[in-house]
């Protein structure tokens, strides 16, 4: 029974840390595209795919800052100003308008306003 009982501790153990590794590595592809997307698109966008391909492998959610990096339609990671276009609504209700120039997918996110 004990030994059962250790045998499960262990592999939860083991499961945390291989996450843990998973999202250090995630954080790293990241930052890592991001400095890169300047002298090499096509590394760039490999390293960000990595990064979603562990994400999805480990069953992790990806954090809010680094899902905005993609696109919701052709889940291409899209850079504000290199291949993506950024828009600030006009309206009463402040959004911002981010499109995609690869597949032309606009998607909105509204700004509170401040109090």
Do not use: W
């Not at 966008?45 to 990096?69: E, N, S, T, V």
């Not at 052709?74 to 959004?95: D, H, L």
Request: proline letters at 3%; a positive charge.
């Amino acid at each position: 029974m004990y030994y059962v009982y250790f045998r499960y501790h262990i592999e939860i153990l083991r499961k945390q840390i291989v996450k843990e590794i998973a999202k250090e590595r995630i954080d790293l592809l990241i930052a890592n595209a991001l400095l890169e997307v300047r002298d090499n698109e096509k590394l760039a966008y490999d390293q960000a795919m990595l990064a979603k391909k562990i994400a999805m492998r480990y069953r992790l959610k990806l954090p809010y800052h680094i899902r905005q990096l993609y696109c919701k339609k052709c889940k291409y990671f899209i850079i504000p100003g290199r291949n993506a276009r950024v828009r600030i609504g006009r309206s009463n209700t402040k959004a911002l308008r981010i499109t995609c120039l690869k597949c032309n997918h606009i998607y909105r996110k509204i700004l509170l306003p401040r109090k």
